[in-house]
């Protein structure tokens, strides 16, 4: 590929580095037959791109079938799909494919139950950077906890970027990967498990009685907890700051909190 100047190149430097972290956290599939073969075989699926202008024949039921099981479908350019494949004939159409087997909202709940312990589980609300998301991960599983929650939008695959990030944690503690974070904290709270959304103004952290099942809510750090979602939770826990800066970076904050948590159920 040629660069006119150091701008272009500079631009098409970036979009490549974005792209290494798409296949890297997952297997890519490409190709219309091969993706639609992969959608059949019910494997998890990440992602599906579809270059932009393209929906004409397989590619059709391709992005159909992908819209009716709620798998993320996003339009790509032609140099991102390139990168993607690898060299490799994409036809206009890539999938990541998940690295783990996620599990669900109810199995966190009764696992946690079957070992004789209250549920404490992460729900990560519009964490999109995988090193962030890793090291929540780390957290969670050091804290003894007994799953996360991500999205389908809005979150980074769980592949080898998390992996690494994570330090390993990634193969210990289940992930539950849902449509509609909302729905989770419905759901959460109809198990019998309360809500703590972690965001300015709530209560501290410190007086904050975690001894029960409890899932801890952290947001994106430049949205933080989404307002929905916020307002569904049952409590506003926060960390106070004593220094200039207002905040933590977002698996600081985890740490603080699942620790803190994790203390207060296994020392009551």
């Known amino acids: 590929m040629e660069y006119k100047n150091k701008k272009n190149f500079r631009e098409n430097r970036a979009a490549f580095q974005n792209n290494s972290d798409d296949t890297a956290d997952g297997s890519v599939i490409v190709g219309r037959n091969p993706v639609l073969e992969l959608l059949k075989s019910g494997r998890g699926i990440e992602k599906i791109y579809i270059q932009k202008g393209e929906r ?10 992908a819209r009716s099981r709620g798998i993320n479908v996003a339009e790509a350019d032609k140099f991102k ?4 494949a690898g060299g490799n004939a994409h036809q206009g159409v890539a999938a990541v494919a998940s ?33 962030n998301i890793g090291a929540v991960i ?5 804290a003894g906890a007994h799953g996360l929650i991500i999205g389908k939008r809005h979150a980074p695959a769980i592949g080898q970027t998390v992996f690494k990030a994570s330090a390993g944690a990634a193969e210990h503690l289940p992930i539950a990967k849902v449509t509609n974070i909302s729905a989770a904290v419905d759901e959460l709270k109809e198990m019998g498990v309360w809500t703590f959304a972690a965001e300015a103004g709530g209560t501290d952290y ?5 001894d029960l099942p409890c899932a801890i809510v952290l947001g994106s750090e430049g949205n933080g907890v989404s307002r929905l979602v916020k307002e569904k939770c049952d409590f506003i826990v926060s960390i106070p700051m004593y220094g200039k800066v207002n905040s933590l970076n977002v698996s600081t904050a985890a740490a603080v909190l699942l620790f803190d948590a994790a203390h207060k159920q296994r020392n009551k």
Not at 56 to 64: F, N, R
Not at 81 to 84: C, K, R, S, V
Not at 138 to 142: D, L, Q, S, T
Request: one cysteine or more; aromatic letters at 6%.
């Open 81 to 84: 799909l390139d990168q993607l």
């Open 206 to 210: 410190c007086s904050t009685d975690f």
């Open 99 to 131: 690295a783990i087997e996620y599990v669900s909202i109810e199995q966190i709940v009764e696992n946690a139950r079957e070992k004789g312990e209250k549920p404490l589980i992460v729900v990560c609300d519009g964490i999109e950077d995988p090193h």
């Open 56 to 65: 004409e024949g397989s590619v059709t039921k391709i992005y159909a079938e």
């Open 138 to 142: 780390r957290c969670a599983e050091g």
